[in-house]
């Protein structure tokens, strides 16, 4: 048995974009990002996270405020119906060349493993071409790079879909 998921990159896809992020006070969700999620359980999609978090290696927080962030994050998920199936994280720094890194598929191949994932069934969502290469690179063809993060240079996107943030991904994941 395969599963299908969504894997969603996190700052400037479920919350607006502003560096380094580690507190609570900071973290706005972008607006219909529950909506989003609850349709994409409702077509039988696990929802996983995958998020490059080099603050960690910068010094800017540690591991410890990442984790207690994404603790309190998922607490909001769970309190509007959904269940976060598991979050995966880099915490190098680009120097650091390790496996993980976005645009490296590391984080999303050990997800596909750890869980069994059809991954041609699966889409990246990201606001970074970053994102989308590293979906590329772990087999993963559906992606959708959202507007309401980091600028993007639409004209060299190699995304399959391109919308103005996750409110909109009804629009282009029918099944
Ligand atoms: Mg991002
Ligand atoms: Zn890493």
Redesign the pocket.
Known sequence: MTIKTIFL?????INK?VGYLYRVTDFIFIQGVFDACLYFQNLNYKIIIISNQSGIARGFFNENDYLKLTEWMLGQFNNNGIKILDTFYCPHSPKSHCECRKPKPGMLIEAKNKYNISMKDSWMI???ET?LEAANLAGITNTILVRS??LIDESNSNSMFTIDSIRQSKEVIKT
């Open positions: 990159d996190r700052d400037g896809v974009e990201g606001d970074k994102d993060g980091h």
